[in-house]
Every structure is written in C-alpha cells, then in structure tokens.
C-alpha cells in the first residue's frame, strides 16, 4: 500500500484549476476536485496503475489521466508524490534538472 502525497505544485495547479471551472459553476469546481481527489487516491491501492509519461520514460515517473488533465506523479519507495496536473491539450516538456 502506497501512501499518497500532494507536492506543492500539483497543490497550485489543482486550487487554479478549481478556481479557473468556479468562475462558472461553483458547484462543477467542487465535483471536479472531488472526482480528482479519488482518481489519486486509488494509487494507495495501485501505485502503478497509471502509465508511464512518455516525455520521461522512466518508470517511476507515471502519469493518471483524469478529465482533460494528466496527473503527474512519481513513486519513490512506498509513497506516491503528486508532482503536477497539466491540461492534456498543453504542451508539455519535463524541467531541465
């Protein structure tokens, strides 16, 4: 059983995109983090359940896809560290590092 943590830009990114769905509906905001919230927690269950990204190829950096939004991830050890959630639509590159 993995344990789930949230870095603190996949934070940020959930609260704007929360924020971004809330200037129209309020209640779409609050179902959409509720939803995303149990899309993340079943890698307690199944930590490799999501696909490898394919911008990295490494096998520890894996990537669950939720709505519209890929939800970024990597596993170290026992735990699950959320890294980032990015709008499929976007171009993505991994950070120099």
Request: aromatic letters at 8%.
């Amino acid at each position: 059983m993995a344990e789930v943590i949230w870095g603190p830009s996949a934070i940020k990114d959930a609260e704007s995109i929360a924020e971004y769905i809330a200037r129209d509906s309020p209640d779409q905001a609050h179902l959409f983090t509720r939803r995303l919230m149990e899309a993340v927690e079943r890698l307690c269950d199944f930590p490799l359940s999501g696909r490898i990204i394919p911008e990295i190829g490494d096998p520890s950096c894996r990537e669950i896809i939720h709505g519209a939004y890929r939800v970024m991830y990597k596993i170290e050890g026992d735990e699950a560290w959320i890294t980032g959630i990015v709008h499929g639509a976007r171009a993505w590159k991994p950070r120099a590092g």
